[in-house]
Every structure is written in structure tokens, then in C-alpha cells.
């Protein structure tokens, strides 16, 4: 796609102080390579797609759910569940992975669902449509591999025949482009695929709160060692592996039980960045002042000692 300079999945952000607020998704265009998808076209699905952004959490929430959780439920999915807050979804047709290594750290950087679209209108009839619509399926499958930090990938399909629209296919939403239908519709849509993002942040602070150790984040390009020319060793998601030292080394022996120690902190703010995105900013200002505070004072400690330490030696 070509750059863009602003307004709806253009991925510029007009109010970037909201943007840690804000879900990222990926809008890719879905269609067989026979039969392209013009930019026009793509364009106007992506603005009406940026309409629904604003989420009510409530909206988001089947009832049968409600019914059956409890407000005590702990996770960020079961608290958000309850919470008559809103959900900022920020659709986006770019990605810059030269930043990938940040995600770990910036959750409202990190693409958190892929929504592909197809449009039914570049072929004629229901067959062909099915056809055509199968070869998306086969091709959005393969698109969303490239973003494995991706909680739910659904894909959508305007402007089907109403034969199509009676029987539809199980792996792609039809989204027809009748009058009111197509908000009705879009809004459906968008209300289940936020549902699926609130289970997937649930299960996303599972695996916070379970990791023994977090790292910082590491530029693909640093250098640890650079006098000895050792490149950080990384993984998929650009983080240092072990903090790439030798392991017999005293440095890494100390920056292991550093990053063991900055830990539960680590932990701490990724949780609360996804209070701040499920709509829960009554839990996340307190749980950021909270986490500030015990930075602070760890910090100020530090200081004391050091002092106290130079004020012997000299």
C-alpha cells in the first residue's frame, strides 16, 4: 500500500497521547493473486471498517458470558467484562517491524489482531463467489503467519449475493452492503472479534505472570560486548536471549539476577498496560502510581546506599 499521512488505518496517530490506550490492528487486504484487490476499493472497506473503533465494553460481551462470570473473576478479561468503559481499536494498514523488538514492552505497539478483507464484488456469480472466497480463506491463512503476536485474526467478505449470504461459509464473515445491513453487520462483526481480543488478553497476562524472567528490550543491532565484537543474541521477538553473555561470565551472572529482580515490576506494567487497553482505567492510573512509587523508592534507596558507601571509602 502506499504511505499515508493521517486519518482512519493510515496507522498516524492524531492524539498520540492516547495511543497507549489504543488496540492495534492489522487490516490486510485478502485476494487470490489472479484477482487483485484495487487500493480504492481496499481504502473504502478499511474507513468504513474505522467507523466501529469505539467499542462499549458491554457491546463486546455476549450475555450468556455475563451470566456466567463472576465480577471477583481476577483476569483482565473477566474484570473488563463488567465495566461499562470502552475499547479503542486502532486500525491500521502498516506495520514497522524494524520495532518489533519494543512489543515486549509497549503492548499498544504489538499488531494484537489481523482483520483481512475480500470483497465479492470482483467476481459474478454465487459459484464463482464461493470459489473466490475459498481462495481467500487459503490466502489470509497464510498472511496472518507473518504476525505471530496476533490474539485473533478473522477475516471479512462485502458485497455478497444474497444465495451466498443464506449459505455461508464457516471461515469468513459476509458483511452485505444493503442499506442498514451493513452497519448492522460490520457491528456484529466487531463486537465478536473484541470479545475474542478481552479472552486473549486473559490469556495474554497468564503467560505475563508466568514467565520467570523478562527481559529488557535489545536492538537487533546492540552489541553487548562491543570491544569483543559478541552481537546480542535474539529471539523472534528481537528480546536478548539469557541477555547474550556467556553464561560462566560474572556479567551475565549479574544481569540475570538483575532482570530476575526488575521481574515482578516488568510483569507488573505489561498487566496494567492491558488494563489501560481493555477499557479498565480505574485499575490501571492506581496500579501505574503503585508501580512509579516502588520504582522510586528502590531507586532512592540505591542512591543512599551509594552514598553511604563513598562517604566511608572516603
Known amino acids: 500500500m502506499e504511505a499515508t499521512t493521517g486519518g482512519p488505518g493510515t496507522g498516524t496517530d492524531f492524539f498520540p497521547l492516547l495511543s497507549p490506550a489504543k488496540i492495534r490492528i492489522l487490516v490486510v487486504p485478502v485476494s487470490p493473486k489472479q484477482e487483485p484487490m484495487s487500493r480504492d476499493r481496499f481504502r473504502r472497506s478499511v474507513d468504513l471498517l ?164 523478562i527481559s529488557g528490550p535489545t536492538p537487533p543491532n546492540y552489541s553487548v560486548n562491543a570491544h569483543r565484537g559478541s552481537t546480542a543474541n535474539l529471539n523472534s521477538s528481537g528480546t536478548s536471549k539469557d541477555d547474550a553473555i556467556s553464561p560462566t561470565s ?9 532482570n530476575k529482580k526488575r521481574t515482578p515490576a516488568r510483569a507488573m506494567k505489561l498487566v496494567t498496560d492491558l488494563y489501560l487497553m481493555a477499557g479498565r482505567i480505574d485499575l490501571a492510573i492506581p496500579s501505574y502510581v503503585s508501580l512509579t512509587s516502588e520504582i522510586m523508592t528502590k531507586r532512592g534507596t540505591k542512591r543512599r546506599n551509594v552514598e553511604r558507601a563513598d562517604g566511608k571509602t572516603g
Request: hydrophobic share 40%; proline share 5%.
Open 50 to 213: 474505522s467507523q466501529f473503533g469505539v467499542v462499549a465494553v458491554r457491546d463486546a460481551t455476549p450475555a450468556d458470558q455475563r451470566a456466567q462470570l463472576s465480577p471477583e473473576n481476577v483476569n483482565v478479561g473477566n474484570k473488563t467484562m463488567f465495566h461499562p468503559g470502552v475499547l479503542f481499536l486502532d486500525f491500521t494498514t502498516e506495520y514497522n517491524r524494524d520495532h518489533v523488538f519494543l512489543e515486549d514492552f509497549q503492548m499498544h505497539s504489538r499488531i494484537m489482531g489481523v482483520v483481512g478483507i475480500a470483497d465479492c464484488a470482483q467476481v459474478d456469480n454465487e459459484d464463482e463467489q464461493r470459489r473466490y472466497l475459498a481462495e481467500c480463506v487459503t490466502v489470509f491463512d497464510e498472511q496472518v503467519k507473518r504476525y505471530p503476536s496476533s490474539l485473533v485474526h478473522q477475516c471479512i467478505a462485502f458485497n455478497p449475493s444474497k444465495d451466498l449470504v443464506a449459505a455461508p461459509l464457516k471461515e469468513i464473515t459476509l458483511i452485505p452492503n444493503e442499506g442498514q445491513q451493513l452497519s448492522f453487520y460490520l457491528a456484529t462483526f466487531i463486537n465478536s472479534f473484541t470479545s475474542e481480543l478481552l479472552r486473549g488478553f486473559t490469556n495474554l497476562v497468564k503467560q505475563i505472570e508466568s514467565r520467570p524472567i
Open 250 to 258: 560474572g556479567a551475565a551472572i549479574s544481569n540475570a539476577d538483575r
